[in-house]
């Protein structure tokens, strides 16, 4: 079981920044794809990023590539998404994800994760 709770969520003018961090509980999270989604008002969850065990490896959504970093600490057990020149269509509810212990992720797809975090708000004005 891993209990995962994000911060770092808040408002933002467009071009600001902002970095969301996701806190892992237990002593799996080196052991784990991660991974942050996201969903705006009124429409399905969105794949934005993920990362493996190592960090080492991360994978963008298309349309995120260049402004949004993903990146974890494995000594913290935290996952963080630092987001940059951001526009009002990021706002949303940011989710972190991990996926089983050891399994390889190699899709976009939420079903590929199994614990997620309660979300955090963000919100980017014009």
């Known amino acids: 079981q891993v209990h995962l709770v994000e911060s770092g969520g808040g408002s933002a003018h467009a071009g600001g920044s902002l970095r969301l961090s996701c806190a892992a509980s237990g002593r799996t999270f080196s052991r784990r794809f991660m991974g942050w989604f996201r969903q705006a008002p009124g429409k399905g969850s969105e794949f934005v990023a993920r990362?493996?065990?190592?960090?080492?490896?991360?994978y963008y959504a298309d349309s995120l590539k260049g402004r949004f970093t993903i990146s974890r600490d494995n000594a913290k057990s935290t996952l963080y998404l630092q987001m940059n020149s951001l526009k009002p269509e990021d706002t949303a509810v940011y989710y972190c994800?991990?996926?089983?212990?050891?399994?390889?992720?190699?899709?976009?797809?939420?079903?590929?994760?199994?614990?997620w975090g309660q979300g955090t708000q963000v919100t980017v004005s014009s």
């Open positions: 994800a991990a996926a089983g212990e050891a399994k390889l992720v190699l899709t976009t797809a939420a079903s590929e994760f199994d614990y």
């Open positions: 990362i493996n065990w190592t960090g080492d490896s991360t």
